[in-house]
């Protein structure tokens, strides 16, 4: 493979002149290791993922119709919601079937270019799921400290800005990471000790300096997840004393209810990816990243339809009305 973005000959739109800088003879193909080694797990390692896969996506694209379909759903937080359903819908199609391709046919192998593309989109999903978490935490701060201007602050034009800025930011943070991984060379043990392909085992293979690549992943750390959890933070701080300003119990009850789904659903997420991926070389444990791995790639995304709708009475409501709705 002499390529040095073969992943991208179908796919240009992700090339940048990063990858245009290496021309390095690499791998054709890694392992993936998978997730366990003992046979007799495959069997219910099989099941279990298959049913959170099904439920992942069955789950959010119930959600996307539900707020598709009803009017009374077409405000910014339910805006936002749709596309954090699409975020987790790519990050479980972009892991899990490989993974019950594993665990069914015992096939391990990954291509050099697959490997590359499931680390782009996944790492896009991922970003992308941090900045609409900040951009869901300023909507739920507009809402109950600033009720008065939520209308001006929230307008259709500020809610499509937002949106265009978490995909915008979330697809070039991914491709230039990924760009990146492309410039190494791998000529030793191609065995990624993970059930897919992800930056920090990826990184421990190769024979070349990865310097780079760690220091793009520490400003990556530093800019998608701590200042995005700081803001996040910082909003329901503001939130939270707001609340406690409020005189009845039915009113905080009420104020806290609009937040707790979102503050549940980012506590979860936060507490994956931070330890992912600020445990960058060899401070990469294999074994608790494949549990990270399992809890922010298919758990989150079966989880939030669950979180956002349970407790939501006109998310319910919407529910239960799509069986009217003519499917032709």
Same mark, same amino acid.
């Given at each position: 493979?002499?390529?040095?973005?073969?992943?991208?000959?179908?796919?240009?739109?992700?090339?940048c002149?990063?990858?245009?800088?290496?021309?390095?003879?690499?791998?054709?193909?890694?392992?993936?290791?998978?997730?366990?080694d003992?046979?007799?797990?495959?069997?219910?390692?099989?099941?279990?993922?298959?049913?959170?896969?099904?439920?992942?996506?069955?789950?959010?694209l119930?959600?996307?119709?539900?707020?598709?379909?009803?009017?009374?759903?077409?405000?910014?937080?339910?805006? /936002?919601?749709?596309?954090?359903? !699409? +975020?987790?819908?790519? *990050?479980?199609? &972009?892991? %899990?079937?490989?993974?019950?391709?594993?665990?069914?046919?015992?096939r391990?192998s990954?291509?050099?270019?697959?490997?590359?593309?499931?680390?782009?989109?996944?790492?896009?999903?991922?970003?992308?799921?941090?900045?609409?978490?900040?951009?869901?935490?300023?909507?739920?701060?507009?809402?109950?400290?600033?009720?008065?201007?939520?209308?001006?602050?929230?307008?259709?034009?500020?809610?499509?800005?937002?949106?265009?800025?978490?995909?915008?930011?979330?697809?070039?943070?991914a491709?230039?990471?990924?760009?990146?991984?492309?410039?190494?060379?791998?000529?030793g043990?191609?065995?990624?000790?993970?059930f /897919?392909?992800?930056?920090?085992? !990826? +990184?421990v293979?190769? *024979?070349?300096? &990865?310097? %780079?690549?760690?220091?793009?992943?520490?400003?990556?750390?530093?800019?998608?997840?701590?200042?995005n959890?700081?803001?996040?933070?910082?909003?329901?701080?503001?939130?939270?004393?707001?609340?406690?300003?409020?005189?009845?119990a039915?009113?905080?009850?009420?104020?806290?209810?609009?937040?707790?789904?979102?503050?549940?659903?980012?506590?979860?997420?936060?507490?994956?990816?931070?330890?992912?991926?600020?445990?960058?070389?060899?401070?990469?444990?294999?074994?608790?990243?494949?549990?990270?791995?399992?809890?922010?790639?298919?758990?989150?995304?079966?989880?939030?339809?669950?979180?956002?709708?349970?407790?939501?009475?006109?998310?319910?409501?919407? +529910?239960?009305?799509?069986p009217?709705?003519?499917?032709?």
């Amino acid at each position: 493979m002499e390529h040095s973005c073969p992943f991208l000959r179908g796919a240009w739109w992700l090339c940048c002149p990063i990858c245009a800088m290496s021309n390095r003879t690499l791998l054709t193909e890694f392992i993936l290791q998978g997730f366990s080694d003992a046979p007799r797990l495959r069997g219910p390692f099989f099941a279990l993922f298959l049913c959170l896969f099904v439920a992942a996506l069955g789950g959010n694209l119930l959600i996307v119709a539900a707020i598709a379909s009803s009017p009374r759903l077409h405000t910014p937080m339910y805006f /936002f919601l749709v596309n954090l359903s !699409v +975020l987790d819908v790519t *990050c479980a199609c &972009t892991v %899990v079937p490989k993974l019950l391709d594993i665990l069914l046919a015992e096939r391990r192998s990954i291509s050099y270019g697959g490997c590359m593309a499931q680390m782009y989109f996944l790492s896009w999903s991922v970003a992308g799921e941090v900045l609409l978490f900040t951009a869901m935490a300023y909507d739920r701060y507009v809402a109950i400290c600033r009720p008065l201007r939520y209308g001006s602050l929230m307008s259709p034009r500020v809610c499509a800005a937002l949106a265009g800025a978490v995909w915008g930011i979330s697809v070039l943070g991914a491709g230039v990471n990924t760009c990146l991984m492309t410039r190494l060379s791998f000529c030793g043990p191609n065995v990624i000790d993970h059930f /897919f392909c992800e930056i920090p085992p !990826v +990184l421990v293979l190769s *024979c070349s300096s &990865t310097l %780079v690549n760690d220091i793009m992943a520490v400003m990556a750390d530093i800019f998608f997840a701590m200042l995005n959890f700081l803001l996040t933070v910082v909003s329901y701080g503001f939130i939270i004393s707001t609340i406690l300003k409020i005189r009845t119990a039915e009113g905080k009850q009420r104020a806290f209810s609009t937040c707790s789904s979102h503050l549940t659903a980012v506590t979860l997420y936060y507490s994956t990816i931070i330890y992912t991926y600020l445990s960058p070389g060899s401070s990469y444990s294999p074994g608790m990243g494949k549990v990270m791995a399992v809890l922010y790639s298919t758990v989150s995304p079966t989880l939030n339809p669950l979180i956002y709708s349970l407790k939501n009475k006109e998310v319910k409501a919407a +529910l239960r009305k799509l069986p009217e709705f003519d499917p032709c």
